[in-house]
C-alpha cells in the first residue's frame, strides 16, 4: 500500500501534464483536421517565455508568489500572439488539402520554430527552480512530496472541465461543435468558419504553451525538448480517439499510470510501455476509445 | 532500354566516386545513397497513398542486425551485413504488415510511429546494446575478399551503388506494370479496386513489406558508412527526415529519392559547416516552398524542362 500510493499520485501529476499538453492538440484536430507537429515547439515556446518572464519577475525583486501568474501570463501570450501568427500567416491557405499533407507542413513549422528558439534564446539551458521549490513538500506514503505536483493536477483538472464547460454549455461553444460535426453546413447557416478556426487555433496553441510553461520550473529548459513531448502527445491524442476530450483525459490518465507504474517496478521499460499501450489500442480499436464513427463515402 | 542505360551510367559514375573522390565525399555520398534507398521504399508505400512516420524502425533495424552480426557473431563480410540488414527487417515488415495493412491515412501513420517509438524505447534501455550510445561495427571483407584498410569504403558505396541500382531497376518494372497500376487504385480508391476484384489489402501489404525490407537495407548502408549504430536510428525524427526527402523528390519516377537524398545530405554538409543554427529552419522552409510551389516534388522541375525541350 505504501508504494502504490506514491506510484499512482505520480501516474496522476504526469496525466495532468499530459493531459494539458493534449488537450490542446485534440481540439486542434477535432475542428480544424490538423495533426499538429508544431504543437511540440509552442509547448517549448511556452516553456521559454515562462523562464524569461518569471526570471525577470523574480530578478526585479518582486514577491517570488508572482512568479505563478507569471507561468500564466507567458502561456497566454504566446497562445495568443505566436497561434494567430501561425494559422493567420500559413495555415489558414492550406485548409482543405488531406490530411497527412498537413502533418507535413505542422512539422516543417515545427523546424522552423526550433531554429527560431535557439537563435533568440540560445542553446544553453534556463533553469527556474524557484517556483517549484516555493510550495514546499508534503509527507505521502512516508515520502517527501512536492506540492507543486498538486497545483498541477488542479490546473489540469481546472483546464479539463473550462474547456468542457466552455464546448458544451455556451453558445460559442455550440457553435464550435456545429463546425466540427459539418463544416459547410454551419457556413451556409451563417457561421464564421474562419474566426472558429482562429480561435480554436489559439485556444490550443495557449493549452501547449500552458504545459511548457507550468513544466519548466520542473526541468531543465534546452532545444529540443518540444520534440519527445510531440510524439507523446500523439500517443495520448490517438488512444483516446483524435479529436475527443474526454478521450485525451482517459488517455492521459493510461498513460501517466502505466508509466509510473513500469518505472516503479521494470524502470527499463518505461518508454517502451507508453507506444506499447498506444499499439494495444489502435490494435483493439483503430481509431481509438471515443472515436466518433464516421460515414463511409464510396 | 531507356533503364538499363540510365542504370548504367549511374553504376560508372559512381565507381568513377569511389575510387577518386575524397573520403569524405565518398562518406557522403553513401549517407545519401543509404537513404535514398529507404526513400525509394517510401515512394513504394507512397504510390499506394499512405505515408509512414515510422521507417526509421527498419532503418533501425537493418542498422543493428548489421552491427550485432560484426559485434556478437564476428562475422566481418559487408555482404552478409547487408543481405541481413534487409531480410531482418523484410522479416519484421512481414509480421507488421498483416497489422497494419488494414489500417489507412492518420492511423497508418500513427501506428507505424508507434511501433518506430517502441523500438527507440527499447533499445535506449538496453545495455547490452549500448543504450543511447549504441555501439561500433567493423567490415573488413566483402564476399570473403579481404580489405585493404582505408580502401573499406570505397568498396562500400561500389556495393551500395549495385545495391541501389538493382533494387530501383525491380522497383522501377514493378511500378510500370500490372502492380503499379493497382498502387495508384488503391490510392485513388480502395472500394472500387476491390469491386474490380482486387485486393487492396495484399497491394498494400505487400509494397509495406517491399518499403521496409529496403528501409533495412539503407539501414545497413548507412551502419557500413558511419560503422556506428545508435537508437537515434530509429527516432520518429529519422523517420520524418525520410518523408522530407520524399516530398522533396516527388514521387512519379524511381530516380527523385536518390536525387533528393543527395541534395539533402550535400545541403546537411554545407549548413553543418557553415550554418549549424539554422539548418532545420532551412529544411522547414524548403518545405513549406515544396509543398505550395511543387506539390509534386522537385522532380516537376526535370519534367518541366523535358517537356519544354
Known amino acids: 500500500m505504501s508504494s502504490i500510493l506514491p506510484v499512482a499520485f505520480d501516474g496522476i501529476a504526469y496525466a495532468s501534464w499530459l493531459f494539458l499538453i493534449s488537450a490542446g492538440l485534440t481540439l486542434i484536430y477535432g475542428v480544424m483536421r490538423i495533426l499538429n507537429v508544431a504543437h511540440g515547439s509552442l509547448y517549448a515556446l511556452g516553456a521559454y517565455a515562462a523562464c524569461s518572464l518569471a526570471g525577470a519577475w523574480l530578478g526585479g525583486g518582486l514577491p517570488a508568489a508572482g512568479s505563478f501568474a507569471m507561468l500564466l501570463l507567458a502561456a497566454v501570450l504566446v497562445g495568443s500572439l505566436v497561434g494567430p501568427l501561425i494559422e493567420r500567416g500559413l495555415l489558414q491557405w492550406m485548409y482543405g488539402k488531406d490530411e497527412v499533407v498537413l502533418v507535413l507542413i505542422t512539422y516543417a513549422v515545427f523546424l522552423i520554430m526550433e531554429d527560431v528558439i535557439k537563435l533568440v534564446w540560445g542553446v544553453d ?8 521549490a516555493l510550495p514546499g513538500n508534503f509527507q505521502l506514503g512516508g515520502l517527501p512530496y512536492p506540492v507543486y505536483n498538486v497545483l498541477l493536477i488542479a490546473l489540469a483538472l481546472a483546464t479539463g472541465l473550462i474547456l468542457a464547460w466552455a464546448l458544451y454549455r455556451t453558445r460559442q461553444g455550440k457553435l464550435l461543435l456545429a463546425v466540427i460535426h459539418d463544416r459547410e453546413m454551419s457556413m451556409a447557416m451563417g457561421i464564421n468558419v474562419s474566426r472558429v478556426y482562429l480561435a480554436t487555433f489559439a485556444v490550443g496553441a495557449t493549452l501547449a504553451a500552458l504545459g511548457g510553461a507550468f513544466t519548466a520550473p520542473t526541468i531543465a529548459v534546452t532545444p529540443g525538448i518540444g520534440v519527445e513531448v510531440i510524439v507523446l502527445a500523439f500517443a495520448v491524442v490517438v488512444i483516446g480517439g483524435l479529436g475527443s476530450l474526454g478521450g485525451a483525459a482517459l488517455g492521459a490518465l493510461l498513460v501517466g499510470l502505466v508509466r509510473s507504474a513500469t518505472v516503479r517496478y521494470w524502470p ?23 472515436a466518433a464513427q464516421e460515414a463511409r463515402k464510396i | 532500354m531507356k533503364a538499363a542505360i ?19 565525399l565518398v562518406f557522403m555520398a553513401m549517407l545519401a545513397l543509404a537513404k535514398g534507398v529507404v526513400v525509394l521504399g517510401l515512394l513504394v508505400l507512397m504510390r499506394t497513398g ?34 541481413t540488414g534487409a531480410a531482418a527487417a523484410g522479416l519484421v515488415a512481414a509480421l507488421l504488415g498483416l497489422l497494419l495493412a488494414g489500417y489507412r491515412d492518420i492511423f497508418f501513420a500513427m501506428l507505424s510511429l508507434a511501433f518506430s517509438m517502441i523500438l527507440y524505447g527499447v533499445l535506449v534501455k538496453s545495455a547490452a546494446l549500448g543504450s543511447t550510445d549504441g555501439f561500433n561495427l567493423h567490415a573488413r571483407t566483402f564476399f570473403g575478399v579481404a580489405l585493404a584498410p582505408g580502401m573499406e569504403r570505397r568498396v562500400f558505396l561500389i556495393a551500395g551503388a549495385v ?8 522497383v522501377h518494372r514493378l511500378l510500370g506494370g500490372h502492380w503499379g497500376r493497382l498502387a ?30 529496403l528501409a ?22 529519422t523517420s520524418g527526415e525520410f518523408v522530407f526527402i520524399a516530398i522533396l523528390g516527388g514521387i512519379q519516377s524511381i530516380l527523385a529519392p536518390f536525387m533528393a537524398a543527395t541534395i539533402f545530405e550535400a545541403l546537411r554538409t554545407i549548413a553543418s559547416q557553415y550554418a549549424p543554427n539554422v539548418w532545420q529552419m532551412s529544411l522547414g522552409l524548403a518545405m513549406l516552398a515544396i509543398i505550395m510551389f511543387l506539390p509534386a516534388g522537385l522532380w516537376t522541375l526535370a519534367e518541366r524542362r523535358r517537356r519544354s525541350a
Open chain 1, 125 to 132: 539551458s534556463l533553469l527556474l527552480p524557484e517556483p517549484y
Open chain 1, 268 to 290: 527499463e521499460a518505461e518508454l517502451f510501455s507508453i507506444y506499447a499501450v498506444m499499439a494495444m489500442v489502435l490494435i483493439a480499436r483503430p481509431k481509438g476509445l471515443f
Open chain 2, 6 to 24: 540510365v542504370a548504367i551510367a549511374s553504376l560508372v559514375a559512381l565507381t568513377g566516386l569511389a575510387l577518386l573522390s575524397p573520403q569524405w
Open chain 2, 50 to 83: 499512405l505515408v509512414s512516420f515510422g521507417q526509421g524502425l527498419y532503418f533501425g533495424i537493418g542498422a543493428y542486425a548489421a552491427a550485432l552480426l560484426s559485434h556478437h557473431l564476428h562475422v566481418a563480410d559487408a555482404a552478409v551485413m547487408l543481405l
Open chain 2, 163 to 170: 545495391c541501389a541500382v538493382v533494387v530501383a531497376l525491380l
Open chain 2, 184 to 213: 495508384t487504385g488503391v490510392r485513388d480508391n480502395e472500394l472500387r479496386v476491390a469491386y474490380l476484384g482486387a485486393s487492396p489489402y495484399r497491394v498494400v501489404y505487400v509494397n509495406y513489406l517491399i518499403a521496409g525490407a
Open chain 2, 216 to 237: 533495412g537495407l539503407g539501414g545497413a548502408l548507412a551502419a557500413l558508412a558511419v560503422g556506428h549504430v545508435d537508437p537515434e536510428m530509429t527516432y520518429w525524427t
